[in-house]
């Protein structure tokens, strides 16, 4: 499968009834500062696709690789913090290309993203008790609201993430970022469309902060 079947704009996504409606403005980073030499063979990961939640990709260059990456950033007017984190995380993604243990440590700083997210926006709606990463993303489901519909990856390709985000698949996100952080950071191959749900749960975490922040405005990072 070529990546160009995964070069869509959240415009283009046919959304449900569920999914909020807001355009977002994603934030796509400049790296081109990081080089990328050419490979003896394409790169082929698992990553959704419509109908294929559990397809394969194929990048045949490294500028379709990086074109991918730099297209999967967060909505610009997210705070300049979780910007910084998640470019980390496209960085780390991007130089994937060289080697694939380095697109797993991209994997733990998406995961690192998205704990501060969780811990920014129902930290102070939860008991400080009740504030690990696994509670907060379930507090994420069962008070504000995701399901599947508001997740866009899943929209564009089926499947389900819920299970993930709240415990009862595994290894859910927090396993793999528990994992990851503190015993097997490169063992195994690179989960697909890790980078993507992330992006998905930021934006939608921060989505009444975006509803009310001028449609332009963008992080002082990306400026």
Request: aromatic share 6%.
């Amino acid at each position: 499968m070529s990546a160009g079947r995964l070069q869509t704009t959240d415009c283009d996504l046919v959304l449900s009834a569920e999914t909020p409606s807001f355009c977002r403005q994603e934030a796509h980073l400049n790296l081109d500062h990081i080089q990328l030499a050419a490979r003896d063979a394409p790169l082929i990961i698992a990553w959704p696709s419509p109908g294929l939640p559990g397809g394969m990709i194929q990048f045949n260059e490294s500028d379709e690789w990086r074109r991918f990456i730099v297209g999967l950033g967060i909505d610009a007017r997210i705070p300049d913090i979780i910007q910084l984190k998640f470019r980390r995380a496209q960085a780390l993604y991007l130089l994937g290309w060289i080697d694939l243990d380095v697109l797993k440590a991209g994997e733990l700083a998406a995961l690192i993203a998205l704990e501060l997210t969780v811990r920014d926006r129902y930290g102070d709606k939860t008991l400080k008790k009740k504030r690990s990463f696994a509670a907060l993303l379930e507090h994420m489901v069962a008070v504000d609201g995701l399901d599947d519909a508001h997740i866009p990856m899943i929209v564009r390709t089926g499947g389900t993430a819920i299970g993930f985000v709240t415990g009862a698949s595994k290894p859910s996100l927090s396993q793999r970022r528990n994992g990851m952080a503190h015993g097997d950071p490169f063992d195994g191959l690179p989960v697909g469309g890790l980078l993507e749900l992330v992006r998905d749960l930021i934006n939608y975490a921060y989505r009444d902060f975006i509803a009310n922040t001028p449609v332009g405005h963008r992080s002082a990072l990306l400026a």
